[in-house]
């Protein structure tokens, strides 16, 4: 099983390391040994050694808990993953609510782009979680979003954009690509920023959740979000750099409640413009 996982990972000092350390089990949770035979079939879980990440600043304001129907809900910052993924572990929403909150189950509902900012729904535990992602499934979810984006230029609003979107693995954007529509979005412009005559503020309601469909609708009308790194060009951003956040915002979530029956509005405490942010926030002192 040694010579399989050093062959693997290419990493022979690193599989020895976690050898040593009883990190390395098999399916069953039996510990891998130095002479463990090879199991055709079996499966082996070695875990990978956490990449050192950059303190997301931002708070985690809880807009609702419902510990009888296990509903939690969270005003997500900009910058912050919802959950484990590639570079991003720790600076997580998942992870740090665990911490904070002491809710090792806890899952999201739905997802929110890294860089978007608003209303996440999860649950605290894992009997508790299958009624609302059946919500989602089913198109129970209603979202509006507000962003902002230049006032457009001959274009009649508000309007319907209706597409197909797919999102390769390995890229960076997503394309709308010839076929059925999967994507639609109702595009509202609610007028201009008072701070900014040359900026609209748009409200967005969409009736599909393909990724980055948002970014890519607007990008797509030649209004692309302020802020935003990948539409309609790919920017290059350092990870410590908080300083242009993506200036679109979950705004409000409804539902019917799938396990109380009751009708829930949820309203992010966020506004627009999102402030930029210059320095990392310390290690330890957010606040859920």
């Known amino acids: 099983m040694v010579d399989f996982l050093v062959r693997v990972t290419g990493d022979e000092d690193g599989v020895w390391r976690r050898l040593r ?13 130095a002479d463990t ?8 879980y070695l ?11 931002g708070e985690l304001p809880v807009l609702l808990r419902d510990d009888e129907t296990g509903l939690l809900v969270v005003d997500k910052p900009p910058f912050l993953a919802t959950m484990p993924r590639g570079e991003h572990v720790v600076q997580t929403v998942v992870v740090r609510l665990r911490r904070a909150l002491d809710l090792p189950e806890l899952a999201p509902v739905h997802r929110l782009d890294r860089l978007t900012s608003g209303v996440l729904l999860l649950t605290s535990r894992r009997e508790a979680r299958a009624p609302y992602q059946r919500l989602v499934q089913d198109g129970g979810l209603a979202k509006t979003y507000l962003a902002l984006a230049p006032l457009p230029q001959g274009l009649d609003l508000p309007m319907v954009v209706r597409n197909r979107i797919e999102k390769r693995r390995g890229e960076l954007q997503a394309r709308v690509v010839p076929g059925e529509p999967n994507a639609r979005t109702l595009v509202e412009l609610e007028g201009a920023l008072a701070e900014d005559p040359t900026v609209g503020r748009y409200r967005l309601t969409p009736t599909s959740g393909r990724t980055h469909q948002l970014r890519l609708h607007l990008a797509g009308l030649g209004i692309p979000i302020l802020g935003d790194p990948l539409y309609p060009h790919v920017r290059e951003v350092a990870p410590g750099d908080f300083s242009t956040p993506l200036q679109l915002l979950a705004q409000q979530v409804s539902f019917v409640d799938p396990v109380t029956g009751e009708e829930r509005t949820i309203t992010s405490t966020r506004t627009l413009p999102l402030p930029p942010s210059s320095l990392p926030h310390p290690r330890g002192r957010w606040r859920a």
């Open 37 to 44: 035979p090879y199991q055709p079939g079996a499966a082996a």
């Open 21 to 33: 350390a009883g990190e390395v089990v098999l399916g069953d949770g039996t510990r891998v040994e």
């Open 47 to 57: 875990y990978r050694d956490l990449p050192e990440e950059v303190p997301v600043p």
